[in-house]
């Protein structure tokens, strides 16, 4: 159980255009999800908090208008990088906290990676 | 704000012997977990022990265990008869208490790339 899913595992978007991704549980519902981005052979840097049905909170640094996050449904968020650039490269990772329990495990998705050229 | 330090970027032992990373926090909250990580070059995030800063006790998983000193703020990570299967980045983390339940955010330490030689 608590299998969080992530899709695409691997894209590949031109300058300027969008791209989303999106994190699914598989067998629980998630009233929050987190999103993360890991720079190459770095740590883990936490992005936002995505919460179902309001706005996501961003941490410092990170650009609301570029990195859209969507948490329509306690199974799916979205995190959309718009207008991508090259310096956007790099995996996303997001996880999700289990709804109505005392669990404080974070269920990670397998991450994305994005290659902006 | 929270920090969460690994001083040890990488380290190699041979197999079947016990290797120690080492984690330090920084934090002004009273209640929080403490987590290390595993990942793989699948790249997939693998809990591999959890501590509430509650308990005294150290937490242990099998082959896992931590020593976590509250006072110091230190939260090192032992693991005994190391496999092949044990190379991988180990991270530490650190998640505040969240009232009600459920995970928070998490910060996490750069990590250690652990090699475990056959």
């Known amino acids: 159980g608590a299998v969080v899913s992530q899709h695409p595992s691997r894209v590949i978007c031109k300058s300027g255009t969008s791209v989303k991704i999106e994190c699914r549980s598989l067998?629980?519902?998630?009233?929050?999800m987190f999103w993360y981005r890991q720079f190459p052979k770095k740590s883990l840097m936490l992005m936002a908090t995505s919460n179902e049905g309001s706005k996501a909170t961003y941490e410092q640094g990170v650009e609301k208008d570029k990195f859209l996050i969507n948490h329509a449904s306690l199974t799916l968020s979205t995190l959309t990088v718009t207008s991508a650039h090259p310096e956007d490269s790099s995996f996303y990772i997001c996880?999700?906290?289990?709804?109505?329990?005392?669990?404080?495990?974070?269920?990670f998705g397998q991450g994305t990676r994005l290659t902006v050229v | 704000a929270q920090t969460v330090t690994q001083s040890q970027p990488e380290m190699s032992v041979q197999e079947a012997e016990t290797v120690t990373l080492s984690c330090t926090y920084d934090?002004?909250?009273?209640?929080?977990?403490l987590f290390w990580y595993k990942q793989p070059p699948s790249r997939q995030m693998i809990l591999v022990i959890r501590?509430?800063?509650?308990?005294?006790q150290n937490a242990t998983e099998n082959r896992f265990s931590v020593n976590f000193q509250k006072a110091a703020k230190s939260f090192s990570l032992k693991i005994s008869d190391s496999q092949l299967g044990d190379t991988a980045m180990y991270f530490c983390a650190f998640m505040k208490h969240v009232r009600g339940g459920g995970a928070d955010g998490l910060t996490f330490g750069k990590g250690t790339h652990l090699i475990i030689q056959p």
């Open positions: 996880s999700a906290s289990m709804m109505g329990t005392l669990n404080t495990e974070a269920f």
């Open positions: 067998d629980f519902q998630a009233t929050t």
């Open positions: 501590q509430e800063a509650y308990k005294q």
């Open positions: 934090t002004s909250e009273n209640n929080y977990y």
